[in-house]
């Protein structure tokens, strides 16, 4: 379990729509709170795999840029606790991978980064009890096809 100036976050990348959607039904039915839930990607990623209904769409709607980073697809997060004020204040001329080496290890970061860069999602997860922390992991495992990663970040 995380300290008092620490919390911890599992962080898992999604590829599929139907995928990223059965593991926000199966999160929301274990008593994660949407706003313990956020979604990172590139561009319209995120638009385009919401679709038109389902827990995804509730996400995309309140979409924000975190910035641009010189590229033609801004970084775009949903509203979940933390992540995007986080990110938002970090400096402008940092790439994403750098900004994410803040509280995540730095080649994991780069490689978050390169999903995000290939259309990928990644989904961000605060885990504040020890029953979210069993259970979280294995939801994000059973609907990813790619690690699970589990960090303990200040603040």
Do not use: Y
């Not at 709170?33 to 638009?47: A, V």
């Not at 991978?97 to 990644?122: C, H, K, M, Y």
């Amino acid at each position: 379990m995380a300290t008092a100036d620490k919390r911890r976050v599992a962080v898992a990348v999604f590829n599929r729509a139907g995928d990223l959607e059965a593991a926000l039904n199966e999160l929301s039915l274990s008593g994660v709170d949407k706003e313990d839930i956020c979604l990172l990607g590139r561009g319209n990623t995120i638009s385009q795999m919401a679709g038109d209904g389902g827990p995804l769409s509730s996400f995309a709607k309140d979409l924000a840029a975190v910035r641009e980073d010189g590229g033609s697809k801004p970084l775009l997060a949903s509203s979940g606790r933390s992540i995007h004020q986080m990110l938002s204040e970090l400096p402008a001329e940092r790439s994403v991978g750098e900004r994410l080496a803040t509280w995540i290890p730095g080649r994991q970061s780069r490689l978050l980064e390169q999903f995000l860069d290939n259309a990928a999602v990644v989904l961000w997860v605060w885990i504040d009890n020890t029953d979210l922390e069993r259970a979280v992991p294995g939801i994000l495992l059973r609907h990813t096809s790619h690690a699970v990663q589990v960090h303990e970040i200040s603040g």
